[in-house]
């Protein structure tokens, strides 16, 4: 009886669930782990203005500032992330100071 029913359960019930369940698809976050949330910020501020780019000129114009203060802000965050992973790194033993 118990073998009977796990190949019910196995053939009838589990092959129902993978094909009439519907799976939930995640997308990789493509965000690096160093940004923060001021990096978003301005990501989402480039976005926007990349969108209203073409209504005037005033609108390329901040398009253009907003890009280069997030990639000063991208370029800061990233140095001083791997300034933390040497210091850390260092400081466990993983890289000698001594060259």
Same mark, same amino acid.
């Given at each position: 009886?118990?073998?009977?029913?796990?190949? *019910?359960?196995?053939?009838?019930?589990?092959?129902?669930? %993978?094909?009439?369940?519907? +799976?939930?698809?995640? /997308? /990789?976050?493509?965000? +690096? %782990?160093?940004?923060?949330? %001021?990096?978003? @910020?301005?990501?989402?501020?480039?976005?926007?203005?990349?969108? @209203? @780019?073409?209504?005037?000129? +005033?609108?390329? %114009?901040?398009? /253009?500032?907003?890009?280069?203060? *997030? *990639?000063?802000?991208?370029?800061?965050?990233?140095?001083?992330?791997? /300034?933390?992973?040497?210091?850390?790194?260092?400081?466990?033993?993983?890289?000698?100071?001594?060259?």
């Amino acid at each position: 009886m118990e073998e009977i029913w796990n190949n *019910l359960k196995k053939n009838i019930v589990y092959e129902n669930i %993978e094909r009439f369940v519907p +799976h939930k698809i995640l /997308k /990789k976050n493509s965000d +690096h %782990e160093y940004y923060n949330k %001021e990096i978003k @910020r301005l990501k989402s501020k480039v976005i926007k203005a990349y969108d @209203r @780019r073409k209504l005037a000129v +005033h609108c390329t %114009e901040k398009l /253009k500032q907003l890009s280069k203060q *997030l *990639l000063a802000a991208k370029k800061s965050a990233q140095e001083a992330f791997l /300034k933390t992973i040497l210091k850390n790194c260092v400081n466990v033993g993983l890289i000698s100071t001594n060259t």
